[in-house]
């Protein structure tokens, strides 16, 4: 079993910036990337960000030039820095394991952001 715990998230007003982090402990041994995905209440999730044990991330175009994924040497920690937030970007923001396999085995218990004035 992997636990990831989220913490960060809460009012932010649209410019503003703001750090989420994410904490894996347990099996992190089966852990192939990391990733940030996050939800609006009625649409599906959305994947927002990944990041190799290498550090090699990838990001959705939304925020692309805004957003910036990291990781810990250990790569026990996990951090999602945001600037430059709108309020498209309100929803509740998820950290996430993906396994060798492909598969997303692993979730946090989500933390919510909220962009607005």
């Known amino acids: 079993q992997v636990q990831l715990v989220e913490s960060g998230g809460g009012l932010v007003q649209p410019g503003g910036s703001m750090r989420l982090s994410c904490a894996a402990s347990?099996?992190?041994?089966?852990?192939?990337?990391m990733a940030w995905y996050r939800q609006v209440p009625g649409n599906e999730r959305e994947l927002v960000a990944t990041?190799?044990?290498?550090?090699?991330?990838n990001y959705i175009n939304s925020v692309r030039d805004r957003f910036a994924i990291s990781i810990d040497k250990a790569d026990t920690k996990m951090w999602l820095r945001m600037n430059d937030l709108k309020p498209e970007d309100t929803a509740i923001y998820y950290c996430?394991?993906?396994?060798?396999?492909?598969?997303?085995?692993?979730w946090g218990q989500g933390t919510q952001v909220t962009v607005s004035s």
């Open positions: 996430a394991a993906i396994l060798h396999d492909g598969r997303t085995g692993y």
């Open positions: 990041i190799t044990r290498e550090g090699i991330a």
């Open positions: 347990g099996r992190v041994f089966v852990i192939d990337k």
